[in-house]
């Protein structure tokens, strides 16, 4: 019971966050000075991306014991495609004039478009490509791997290995996706101006409004017969096979579902940053992921939505004021919350208020008449 109401409270607070936006951004008048400027909005967009991608991650680790050390694979292909569609609207504002390439593959004497960059000057087929480019590599990597009865650590290796092959892919100029230097320079989002106050405004909005859908649609899952199959797995999964079910289709369903989630977070974090480049495939982030759902709580997505932004904000504090000391203290964090909050944060408030009542009534026991 108590679960749920720190559940609830996260959510509220979500809800809170994005309708102080909407009221003191859109509704109030600008001259009573309450609005939040451009780096404010965008920090907090970024955070809640976040959040979505470590609920993402926290669907396969917390729910079906799957560890993914490759879930920054699939938000980066998620960003990748909306860069892409992004890329497409600048047009002949690029540096070069080329309406049709960008500017990049100009500079690389490239003649005509990539066929794999066709149809990305429509936003629709970019959305589409948002969920199905992770989509299609999470089903095929999982296709292979569950079917061959691969867990564990030799799972979590793997999948760190298909990060880094499309890191070091996509920093190879061939491949025709910028580069080392990447994507960036994005003009215009459904003809409005990306660097405009409207248009951060509305996309921290839907990154909030992802991220609460996320929640509740992942939340309705997980109690459904399929999400309670999933817990099965998660705690034996030798036995859940014995009692007939094809476990390798339970967990291949959830990583697909998990990385489109991933990739749909990535597509609404880069519009917000201006930028997209190999770099976010760095296996590094998705450790990084990891050590949020860690301190946030595996097995509870409102947990991990909390521990993303938590971690995140140290990090910010940290790596603008001690940069060097920030991964010493992101493994501190992994260490402390393995040891002494095994259960994470959510957890952890979950167990100090549980104690309260017992308490209360210990002392109403023991109070003289």
């Not at 476990?247 to 990739?263: C, R």
Request: charged share 10%.
């Amino acid at each position: 019971m108590i679960g749920s109401r720190l559940r609830q409270m996260v959510f509220f607070s979500i809800v809170a966050l994005i309708s102080y936006v909407l009221l003191v951004n859109v509704l109030l008048p600008q001259s009573l000075g309450l609005a939040l400027d451009s780096y404010s909005l965008t920090i907090i967009g970024k955070y809640l991306c976040f959040a979505m991608l470590a609920v993402a991650l926290d669907l396969v680790w917390g729910y079906c014991g799957i560890l993914s050390l490759g879930h920054a694979a699939f938000f980066s292909l998620g960003g990748y495609a909306m860069g892409m569609y992004l890329m497409r609207q600048i047009g002949e504002r690029g540096t070069y004039g080329d309406p049709i390439l960008p500017d990049f593959m100009v500079f690389l004497n490239w003649k005509e478009l990539p066929w794999f960059w066709y149809g990305f000057d429509m936003f629709w087929f970019a959305g589409i490509m948002v969920l199905l480019a992770p989509g299609i590599l999470a089903f095929v990597f999982g296709w292979f791997a569950f079917r061959s009865r691969v867990s564990g650590v030799y799972l979590s290796i793997i999948t760190q290995a298909l990060t880094y092959a499309l890191m070091l892919a996509f920093f190879r100029n061939e491949m025709g996706f910028g580069g080392n230097n990447g994507l960036t320079d994005f003009k215009d989002i459904l003809g409005y101006p990306v660097a405009a106050d409207g248009v951060r405004v509305s996309l921290m909005i839907f990154s909030g409004l992802a991220l609460l859908v996320t929640l509740v649609l992942c939340q309705k899952l997980l109690s459904t017969k399929f999400g309670r199959i999933l817990i099965a797995v998660r705690d034996s999964e030798s036995r859940t096979r014995f009692l007939g079910y094809r476990v390798e289709h339970y967990k291949l369903v959830t990583f697909v579902i998990s990385a489109m989630i991933a990739g749909l977070a990535g597509a609404l974090y880069v519009p917000q940053v201006g930028i997209i480049n190999p770099g976010e495939f760095s296996p590094l982030a998705s450790i990084e992921v990891v050590v949020w759902v860690a301190l946030g709580g595996r097995g509870s997505l409102y947990g991990a939505a909390l521990g993303a932004i938590v971690v995140n904000l140290a990090k910010t504090f940290f790596t603008g004021f001690y940069p060097e000391a920030w991964l010493f203290f992101l493994g501190a964090i992994f260490v402390f919350s393995t040891i002494y909050l095994p259960r994470g944060i959510l957890g952890a408030l979950e167990d100090v208020l549980n104690q309260i009542p017992r308490q209360s009534n210990g002392a109403a026991r023991g109070a003289p008449l």
